[in-house]
């Protein structure tokens, strides 16, 4: 099963650290699935895509969401970003699960309802990456076409 991982990339890493996002990141391959992103939790990210200018990366993120069978969206960051691959998804009638490991008050109620609201998604918090990658697993053996 290939999965779009959406997570934030120049946001705030406030709620979730970047080491955790990586973290999580090896264990969605450990567990047998294929990523069609991890460039996201690469040391010097930022750096690397300045150059590729916002088209660039629209357009290639944006393929990458087509290609996928699932997107997981690690949504305990702000980030706009995450929110508009959320949306694409949807709009292209992906199945998105929306995980977060905080109740903070950062995490978008935007987002977390159109995530209830659409069928084939879904929103949890999780605990830790054990229960990260099990709640992946059971979403990703329940969605329905």
């Keep these: 099963m290939k999965i779009y991982f959406a997570c934030a990339m120049h946001g705030s890493f ?3 650290g970047f080491s955790t996002l990586k973290e999580l990141r090896t264990a969605l391959q450990q567990a047998g699935f294929t990523l069609v992103t991890t460039h ?3 040391d010097n990210i930022k750096e690397i895509e300045e150059p590729l200018g916002s088209e660039h990366i629209y ?3 944006r393929k990458w969401i087509e290609e996928c069978d699932i997107v997981v969206a690690e949504i305990s960051n702000p980030s706009l970003g995450v929110g508009a691959e959320i949306t694409d998804a949807i709009y292209l009638n992906k199945p998105v699960i929306g995980l977060y490991a ?3 008050k ?9 995530l209830k609201a659409n069928k084939n998604c879904t929103e949890t918090k999780y605990t ?12 990703s053996e329940n969605i329905t076409a």
């Design 59 to 61: 357009k290639r993120d």
């Design 128 to 139: 830790d990456t054990e229960d990260f990658i099990k709640k992946v697993k059971e979403f």
């Design 40 to 42: 996201q939790t690469e």
């Design 106 to 114: 950062n995490i978008s109620m935007y987002t977390r309802g159109q």
């Design 102 to 104: 905080t109740e903070g």
């Design 14 to 16: 406030s709620n979730t």
